[in-house]
């Protein structure tokens, strides 16, 4: 019973990383965004029908004759920079000062948000819908003034556009010191009869982003509706728009967000005034055999703006990095419900976040996200000893009694319920629990998850270094041991990803095996045979693994090699174990 418990989690541990080396191969080089290139005329937004009261779904620009190029407004914060086009109250050229694409010095920051006149647009933009079809409304190629100099924070403008008819838009704006913009949409009406509007705002991406790709990652639509997590891919969104027109998820809300998120970034629309019923929608907007897709909110019902009256609504979009703590703030400060949910840290969320935190207050203690780990590791194995310090003491035992069990077999191999009666009895009598062997693996496995979530998700760990060569925690080890670490001049990773053997999975997997060699020598060479392949079958699943994770795997070792050597001393010390069991066993004849 215990081989076959035994052989159990043994097959269960090696599944799951094969399942893993699967699911999560080595990432997948991301093109950065381009850059702007040169403006073109914009053709205006086709106004909506009578009655329907939804947000436009125009299309990108057409090649044109060149004008004048838009007016723009400078964007300046202590952590974005860029500008926003003042023809179509845009917000579509913004980077993130302080994260670069890579880890060199001279690489150049994230740009987040691009023009529609680049080859990836990507953009924020508030407007109105005029249910009647009469009333004037700012379109795409609408020139706005602005009002007061560039956005930054403490320094709020205000676009202003007069339609001629009586009516006065105005968007006014503010930037706080991260990454949220706070729109409120105004119109005045000095005309004789009142007007309905709808105001809307949205954001676009007018082509489809590469993604990673990764089962336990979420990339395209998401948000909070309503109190619940809506997530969509960008394949799911094209299957369900291609079945209702374009529109694949519409909802009413209260409180809530909607956006795009990547991997580390966030592009998302936030209500302001929880009171005022709002509908978002995810759209897919398929023209001239290119995806666009599109998150955005408007109320329910347009307002009605009497004469002499006024009407607003303010809206909050936040276009940034998905920082734990900063999301967090937000959610408490500003009532925007789970907005950290922005972040996928997935099925083992009850461990993944407390991870993170831990990591986090360790990085801000020791100033190194590789540090934290290796105290977050001691932390853990403190937190498990007793459970950990009774396999290891049944296993050291059982190393002791090996060759008395052996001699049990032995003895009694004709006589199969014999053999077993007499290893169990002197499990009873020794105290030991054969299956207890099995649980440091069993325990590290949702440990490795939730660890494994935190390295790839959390942007705070993007870029991260540790020491020597390990330049980023959540990349890969970049050394191989098929090019002699760097003697050679030639990436072997060229041929197949499999060729790829750094330093520190291969630490790893000398660690694996001296503590197997501290473990009882299974009396079946089967067994036997299967641990001699563990470390060499770990090493290889591993190495494309983040060295992060590779490092707290080797450090955990070292920890539990550590623990098993002072057990196994104070057993020997304790002695008398073994001499009993000895007694115990009749001899031959």
């Not at 060759?403 to 290893?423: F, G, H, L, N, S």
Request: proline residues 9%; contains cysteine; charged residues 20%.
């Amino acid at each position: 019973m215990d081989q076959k418990r035994l052989l159990a989690a043994i097959a269960l541990s090696i599944s799951i990383l094969l399942v893993f080396n699967y699911l999560f191969p080595p990432p997948k080089p991301v093109p950065t965004a381009p850059q702007p290139q040169a403006q073109v005329t914009q053709p205006a937004a086709p106004a909506a029908p009578a009655g329907v009261l939804s947000t436009p779904t125009d299309v990108a620009p057409a090649a044109g004759t060149p004008t004048a190029p838009a007016a723009r407004l400078p964007v300046e914060g202590p952590r974005v920079r860029g500008t926003l086009s003042l023809r179509g109250a845009r917000l579509d050229d913004l980077v993130l000062s302080d994260h670069r694409e890579t880890v060199e010095a001279n690489s150049p920051p994230v740009r987040l948000l691009a023009p529609r006149e680049g080859a990836a647009p990507y953009y924020a933009q508030w407007g109105w819908t005029a249910p009647d079809g009469r009333t004037r409304v700012p379109g795409n190629d609408t020139d706005w003034t602005a009002e007061g100099g560039g956005l930054a924070p403490g320094k709020p403008v205000t676009l202003r556009w007069d339609n001629g008819q009586g009516q006065v838009f105005e968007i006014a704006l503010a930037l706080d010191e991260n990454y949220m913009v706070t729109a409120e949409q105004r119109v005045r009406n000095s005309a004789a009869e009142p007007v309905q509007l709808l105001p809307w705002s949205r954001i676009r991406r007018e082509s489809t982003p590469p993604t990673l790709g990764f089962f336990i990652l979420h990339e395209g639509f998401v948000g909070v509706l309503d109190g619940r997590l809506r997530e969509m891919t960008y394949k799911d969104a094209k299957s369900e728009g291609d079945k209702k027109n374009g529109l694949a998820l519409e909802q009413e809300t209260g409180a809530g967000w909607a956006g795009f998120t990547d991997k580390y970034w966030l592009t998302a629309i936030t209500t302001v005034d929880p009171a005022i019923r709002t509908r978002a929608a995810f759209r897919h907007v398929p023209e001239g055999g290119q995806d666009r897709w599109q998150a955005d909110f408007a109320p329910v019902g347009a307002q009605t703006v009497a004469p002499g009256g006024t009407a607003q609504l303010a809206t909050r979009l936040f276009a940034g990095a998905k920082e734990v703590r900063l999301l967090d703030a937000y959610r408490d400060r500003l009532g925007i419900p789970d907005f950290d949910k922005a972040i996928d840290f997935g099925w083992f969320y009850f461990l993944t976040k407390p991870f993170f935190y831990a990591l986090d207050f360790l990085f801000h203690l020791f100033g190194n996200f590789g540090i934290a780990i290796l105290v977050f590791t001691v932390a853990l194995k403190a937190a498990f000893f007793p459970l950990a310090n009774k396999a290891y003491k049944s296993m050291g035992k059982m190393r002791v009694l090996g060759p008395k069990m052996q001699e049990i077999r032995e003895r009694y191999k004709d006589d199969p319920a014999k053999m077993q009666a007499e290893v169990m009895a002197m499990y009873r009598s020794e105290k030991i629990n054969p299956a207890s062997g099995c649980l440091p693996i069993l325990i590290q496995i949702p440990v490795f998850f939730a660890l494994y979530k935190v390295l790839f998700v959390t942007i705070e760990m993007r870029h991260a270094p540790f020491f020597g060569w390990i330049r980023d925690l959540s990349a890969p080890d970049p050394t191989n041991l098929f090019n002699l670490f760097g003697l050679i001049p030639y990436d072997p990773m060229q041929l197949s990803h499999y060729l790829h053997m750094p330093a520190w999975a291969i630490f790893m997997g000398v660690t694996m095996f001296l503590q197997q060699k501290l473990n009882p020598q299974p009396p079946d060479p089967i067994q036997a045979k299967i641990f001699q392949w563990m470390p060499i079958i770990f090493t290889f699943m591993l190495a494309s693994f983040p060295a992060g994770l590779v490092i707290y795997w080797s450090w955990n070792n070292l920890l539990s090699i550590a623990q098993q050597w002072y057990i196994m001393r104070l057993e020997k010390q304790r002695g008398g174990g073994a001499v009993a069991v000895a007694a115990a066993v009749p001899k031959k004849g």
